[in-house]
């Protein structure tokens, strides 16, 4: 009597960092992706025991520990870069799909959805999966270098306070309830609220990690973007504004069509703020014109930066994982 072989169980996520704003959003992405997974969110003492929900189910919180990762299938580390670093360090063991989505300096390979090779299932490397104005600038450009070849490229990121993670945002609110009670405290010159921050060596290092992570994927020699980073009074979402300089002549409208994808919306379908495009995963370019000098354009790009990160994380351990899409 033949009997059907038992199914394959279900791939088991550890999300360390759960209660971050980025693993918060990782876990909606997972729910509305519909796949068997399997959870356990792990952070660190201050914030264990807290209850959270995932597929109808309440979770605890447990604190992130070698054993809890031992029966996982994947790990994606969203909390600070220094937790992954110290695992790392100690020699602790890792899942054999391990995801860096902390943002921090570690070099790796990295994985943009649509443009990097496919890697093999299960690789015993950890892999970065980008920040969101990484995936952004990364597709992008390498739509535009496929079609008519990109002579080079400069951006500025307007940084919500999201992509520093949840005490960024909390500081936020704080000096934003501060200054509306007029009282804005001895010193002003670096705080969030009602205020821009043009860069500094932290966002310097930052964009040189943005314009490294671009210049690992890009494919047919694109050239890896200059790129500045300032940061805004937003709590979350993000703006980029994109020169680029193109090989092939094109006008704007054809610009346009090019651009528009599946996952790319251009101007009439486009948001043109951060709020307007929060709960996508797509890429908002509302506005697509010529620049002085020959095939030169201007760009504005709008997205919500903790969806577009989760969801090319999820695509990572989709793939990794070899979960049907």
Not at 187 to 206: H, K, M, V, W, Y
């Amino acid at each position: 009597m033949n009997t059907a072989p038992a199914p394959a169980p279900a791939p088991r996520i550890a999300i360390v960092g759960s209660t971050s704003p980025l693993g918060k959003e990782l876990r909606r992405v997972l729910e509305e992706w519909p796949a068997p997974w399997r959870l356990a969110m792990l952070e660190t003492d201050a914030y264990a025991g807290l209850l959270q929900e995932f597929g109808g189910e309440i979770e605890i919180v447990q604190v992130i520990s070698p054993e809890r990762l031992e029966d996982a299938d994947v790990a994606v580390f969203a909390c600070s870069p220094e937790l992954l670093d110290r695992y790392i360090e100690l020699g602790a063991y890792l899942p054999p799909v391990t995801l860096d989505l902390t943002g921090g300096p570690r070099d790796g390979p990295v994985f943009v959805d649509g443009v990097s090779r496919p890697r093999p299932s299960r690789t015993p490397e950890t892999i970065i999966a980008p920040r969101g104005d990484t995936v952004v600038i990364a597709r992008v450009l390498d739509r535009l270098h496929g079609a008519a070849g990109v002579d080079g490229c400069e951006a500025t990121i307007l940084e919500s306070a999201s992509e520093r993670g949840g005490a960024a945002m909390d500081r936020l609110q704080e000096e934003t309830v501060q200054v509306l009670n007029f009282n804005p405290g001895a010193e002003t010159s670096s705080q969030q609220a009602f205020n821009i921050l043009g860069p500094d060596s932290a966002s310097d290092g930052r964009a040189a990690r943005i314009a490294r992570q671009i210049g690992s994927v890009s494919r047919n020699g694109c050239p890896a973007p200059a790129i500045q980073i300032v940061s805004v009074p937003v709590f979350q979402g993000g703006a980029i504004s994109m020169h680029v300089r193109l090989r092939e002549e094109l006008t704007a409208d054809e610009l346009e069509r090019l651009l528009t994808t599946d996952s790319m919306r251009v101007r009439s379908e486009a948001a043109r703020t951060p709020l307007e495009a929060l709960g996508s995963a797509d890429i908002h370019l509302s506005s697509v014109r010529e620049a002085a000098g020959d095939n030169a354009f201007w760009m504005w790009i709008v997205t919500d930066n903790l969806r577009v990160a989760a969801a090319n994380a999820v695509r990572l351990i989709r793939n990794a994982t070899s979960t049907p899409s």
